[in-house]
C-alpha cells in the first residue's frame, strides 16, 4: 500500500499576495451573487417603483431644467443612490458579520498586508455597489431614453463614489460593536446625505442656503458626475468635484488603513 | 442560632395548575407586552428611525415636485402627501414588528416558548396583532406629531382618522404573521416586502392622486386594498376621497376579517410552526 506524500509547505509569493487580495476582495461580490433575489432584485423593484411613482405624481410637465426631461434627471440620482447604499451597507456588513460571529479572524490570520486588506475590502464592497447600480440603469434604461452618455464621466464618477462609500462603510464596521450601531449610522447618516445631495431634484431650485449646504455634501458631487455622464446636465463644477471627491477618497483610504494596520476594535 | 432550613415547615401550599376561564388573560396580556417590549427596547430603530425617514421622503416629495404641482384633491401638495406618508410608515412598521418577532423566534428556535404556554390560537393571534398594531399607531403618531409641526395639519374627520389607521395597522401586522409564518429563511420575507407590501404600496396613490392615471391603472388601483386604506385615511385629514368612502369601511373590515380567519386557522393547525 503506497501512501501518496506531498509535503506541504506555504504557499510562495512576491511583495503583494495577488491571490490572497483577489480571493479576499471577491468575497463579498460572491456572497452578495448568492442570496440575489434579495440584493439585487430587491433594489432594482424598489427602484423602478420610485420612478414610476414619480413618473405618475410629474410627468414632464412644468419642469424647466436645461434639454433633459425629469425621468432623465431622476435616473441618476436612483443610480447613485443604489451604488452608495450598498456599497456602505457592503463593507459595514461584512465587517460587522464577521466580528460579531467570530470570524474575522479568518480574515486576520490570512497572510494579507493591511494594505491589501483595505483594498480587498474596499473593492469588495464597490463591486457590489456598482453591480447594483448596473443593474438599476440597465431597468431604468427600458422606459427613459439617454441620448449620449459620456462612459469615462460616467464611470469615473460611479467607482469614485462606490470607493468613498466602501471606505466609509468600512469605518462603520469597524467602529461598530453590535447591529444597533450599524443601522443607526445607515438612518441617521447615510440615508439624510443621500437623500439631501441633489438626487432626486435640481438644486437650482432650492433657496440660497439649501443650496449652500448641499454643496458640503460629497454625495452631491458623485450625483452631479454621474449625471453628468448620463445626460450631459450638471449644477456644480465637475472639476472642483472631481478635486473634492479624489482628495476625500485618498484621505479616507490613509485613515482606513491605519485603522486596519491598528486592529483599532477588531483585535483584543 | 439559625433556624434549620432544611426540616422547616414549607409556607406555601405545594404549587397548582393556574385556574382561568374562557380566556387566558394573563397569558394574552403577557404575550402582547412581551411584542411591545421589544421592539421599545430599541425604539431607535423602530420609532426613530422611521420618523427620520419619514421626514426625509416628506422633504424630497416637496423639493422635487412641490414647485411644479401646486395642487392636488384640492389641497396644497404637502397637505395631500403628509397623510399618505404617515399612512405608509405605520403599515411598514406593523408589518416589520409582527414578521420579525415569528421569524426570528422560528429561525432560532425560541418559538416553542410562545407555542408551549397554554394559549389558544385566537389568543396567539390577538396578542401578536395588537403587538404590531401598537408599534403601528405608536410610529403614526409621532410621526404625526413631527408633521403637524413642519406642514400644519388639521383634521377634519376624526372617525376616518382612526378607523383606518386601526385597521390599516391590524391588516399589515396580520399579513406579517402570515408572511412570517409562510417563510422559513429571511430571504422569503425579504422577497415578500420587496415583492408583495412595496408595490402595493407605492402604487396605492400615496404620492398622487389617482385620478391622475390613465383608465386602466385606475382601474388597478381601485382593487389594491392599500388605496382603501390611505384614501379613507386622507379623507379624515384632508376632507377629499378620490374613491367611495364606504367601500373603503366595507373593504378593510372584510380583509381584516378575512386574514383574522386565516392566521387563526394557520395557528390553529400549527403550519410550518409546529413539527
Not at chain 2, 250 to 266: E, I, K, Q, S, T
Amino acid at each position: 500500500m503506497t501512501t501518496q506524500t506531498r509535503t506541504l509547505q506555504p504557499r510562495r509569493f512576491g511583495r503583494v499576495n495577488w491571490l490572497g487580495l483577489a480571493t479576499f476582495a471577491g468575497r463579498d461580490m460572491r456572497r452578495v451573487l448568492k442570496s440575489y433575489r434579495y440584493s439585487l432584485l430587491g433594489p432594482l423593484v424598489s427602484n423602478m417603483l420610485f420612478l414610476a411613482v414619480f413618473h405618475i405624481a410629474l410627468g414632464d410637465r412644468a419642469w424647466n431644467f436645461g434639454a433633459i426631461g425629469f425621468s432623465q434627471f431622476l435616473v441618476a440620482g436612483l443610480v447613485v443612490f443604489a451604488v452608495c447604499e450598498r456599497s456602505f451597507e457592503t463593507a459595514a456588513e461584512s465587517i460587522l458579520y464577521d466580528k460579531l460571529e467570530g470570524m474575522i479572524w479568518d480574515t486576520l490570520m490570512a497572510p494579507l498586508t493591511p494594505l491589501e486588506r483595505t483594498i480587498g475590502y474596499t473593492l469588495g464592497a464597490a463591486s457590489v455597489g456598482l453591480l447594483t447600480g448596473a443593474v438599476v440603469l440597465a431597468a431604468s434604461l427600458l422606459f427613459v431614453r439617454l441620448p449620449a452618455p459620456d462612459v469615462p464621466l460616467l464611470m469615473f464618477f460611479a467607482v469614485t463614489g462606490a470607493v468613498i462609500l466602501g471606505l466609509c462603510g468600512i469605518i462603520a464596521g469597524i467602529w461598530a460593536e453590535k447591529w444597533d450601531h450599524q443601522a443607526a449610522l445607515n438612518t441617521f447618516l447615510l440615508l439624510p446625505l443621500s437623500f439631501l445631495s441633489g438626487c432626486y431634484y435640481p438644486i437650482s431650485g432650492l433657496p440660497e442656503i439649501g443650496r449652500q449646504l448641499i454643496q458640503l455634501n460629497p454625495i452631491f458631487y458623485v450625483v452631479d458626475g454621474v449625471r453628468a455622464g448620463l445626460t450631459g446636465f450638471h449644477e456644480g463644477s465637475l472639476q472642483t468635484g472631481a478635486m473634492l471627491l479624489l482628495s476625500l477618497a485618498a484621505l479616507l483610504f490613509i485613515l482606513v488603513h491605519r485603522l486596519i494596520r491598528s486592529g483599532y476594535k477588531v483585535k483584543p | 442560632m439559625p433556624p434549620n432550613l432544611m426540616t422547616a415547615t414549607p409556607i406555601q401550599p405545594p404549587p397548582q395548575v393556574r385556574q382561568f376561564g374562557r380566556v387566558n388573560w394573563q397569558g394574552l396580556k403577557t404575550l402582547y407586552l412581551k411584542e411591545v417590549r421589544r421592539f421599545a427596547k430599541v425604539a431607535t430603530q423602530t420609532v426613530l428611525a422611521p420618523l427620520v425617514t419619514t421626514l426625509l421622503f416628506l422633504a424630497i416629495f416637496v423639493l422635487a415636485l412641490g414647485r411644479s404641482v401646486d395642487k392636488m384633491g384640492g389641497v396644497t401638495f404637502m397637505e395631500f402627501l403628509a397623510p399618505g406618508l404617515i399612512m405608509m410608515t405605520m403599515v411598514q412598521n406593523a408589518f416589520a414588528n409582527t414578521s420579525s418577532s415569528i421569524l426570528i423566534a422560528k429561525v432560532q428556535g425560541n418559538i416553542v416558548d410562545v407555542l408551549m404556554p397554554p394559549l389558544s390560537p385566537g389568543e396567539l393571534t390577538a396578542g401578536f396583532a395588537l403587538g404590531g398594531m401598537t408599534r403601528g399607531l405608536l410610529v403614526g403618531l409621532t410621526t404625526w406629531a413631527a408633521m403637524t409641526l413642519v406642514v400644519g395639519t388639521h383634521i377634519h374627520a376624526p372617525f376616518f382618522v382612526l378607523f383606518h389607521a386601526a385597521a390599516a395597522s391590524l391588516l399589515l401586522s396580520q399579513l406579517g404573521m402570515l408572511g412570517a409564518i409562510w417563510a422559513v429563511k429571511f430571504d422569503h420575507l425579504a422577497a415578500v416586502t420587496n415583492f408583495v407590501i412595496t408595490p402595493l404600496a407605492f402604487l396605492s396613490g400615496t404620492f398622487y392622486s389617482v385620478e391622475r392615471l390613465p383608465g386602466y391603472w385606475a382601474v388597478l388601483a381601485h382593487i389594491n386594498p392599500f388605496f382603501y386604506m390611505i384614501d379613507g385615511f386622507r379623507y379624515g385629514f384632508i376632507g377629499h376621497a378620490d374613491g367611495s368612502l364606504a367601500a373603503g369601511l366595507a373593504v378593510m373590515a372584510l380583509a381584516n376579517l378575512a386574514l383574522w380567519a386565516l392566521v387563526h386557522r394557520l395557528f390553529a393547525t400549527g403550519y410550518r410552526l409546529k413539527a
